[in-house]
Nanobody, 113 residues
Framework: VQLVESGGGLVQAGDSLRLSCALS??????MGWYRQAPGKQREQVAT????????SHADSVKGRFTISMDTAKNTMDLQMNSLKPEDTAVYYC?????????WGQGTQVTVSS
């Protein structure tokens, strides 16, 4: 299993970014995005069921972020709108395959006020 994230960057408050996690490997029983801000624990941002039919989003991002699957590109994406400085973190994609967790290398998102 390999996960390659892309799409992070430096933006201003109110801007949008789209993160993408390129997936390769076997069938996944769990797929999601996490983030870790400096000095804080890693937190779950959003999850999506296999097939993309069922999603969940943390209360802190609900209404602003949307997780989705692009089956043609085989990617898991996170559309982030109305970004806030408190969204600044390293964002990781995570999948579970054959009862093992796999993590991407992380992509930095920095939101300036």
């Amino acid at each position: 299993v390999q996960l390659v994230e892309s799409g992070g960057g430096l933006v201003q408050a109110g801007d949008s970014l789209r993160l993408s996690c390129a997936l390769s490997g076997s069938t996944f029983s769990f797929m999601g995005w996490y983030r870790q801000a400096p000095g804080k624990q890693r937190e779950q941002v959003a999850t999506i069921a296999r097939g993309g039919g069922v999603t969940s989003h943390a209360d802190s991002v609900k209404g602003r972020f949307t997780i989705s699957m692009d089956t043609a590109k085989n990617t898991m994406d996170l559309q982030m709108n109305s970004l806030k400085p408190e969204d600044t973190a390293v964002y990781y994609c995570c999948v579970v395959a054959d009862s093992r967790e796999y993590w991407g290398q992380g992509t930095q998102v920095t939101v300036s006020s």
